[in-house]
């Protein structure tokens, strides 16, 4: 299974992007999935995920700006951005969880900064 993140890129302050996260591969379904970012010298950090029933969960720095989402047949995931922050400047990864709960995967990364 191989998950291919994209979206990324340059933008001020107050823009908006929106990640896509997409598999492919022996499976095309999971339970919940989600993304995470990392900066140079800090943790990996949760920053949004959702359940295969829809229930999602946000740090609480990006919450009321980020919105996640993902298909109806479960293999896609989104992480629409919204009044970024410079601090929001990260490697954004999403991860999907098996259905047998077990297992994860990640994807490559993309890379998000926003400039002041």
């Known amino acids: 299974v191989q998950l291919q993140a994209s979206g990324g890129g340059l933008v001020q302050a107050g823009g908006s992007l929106t990640l896509s996260c997409a598999a492919s591969g022996s499976i095309f379904s999971f339970n919940a999935m989600g993304w995470y970012r990392q900066v140079p010298g800090k943790q990996r950090e949760l920053v949004a995920s959702?359940?295969?029933?829809?229930?999602?969960n946000y740090a609480d720095s990006v919450k009321g700006r980020f919105t996640i989402s993902r298909d109806n047949a479960g293999s896609r995931v989104y992480l629409q951005m919204n009044s970024l922050k410079p601090e929001d400047t990260a490697v954004y990864y999403c991860?999907?969880?098996?259905?047998?709960?077990?297992?994860?995967?990640w994807g490559q990364g993309t890379q998000v900064t926003v400039s002041s």
């Open positions: 959702i359940t295969s029933g829809g229930d999602t």
């Open positions: 991860r999907a969880q098996a259905l047998d709960g077990l297992r994860y995967f």
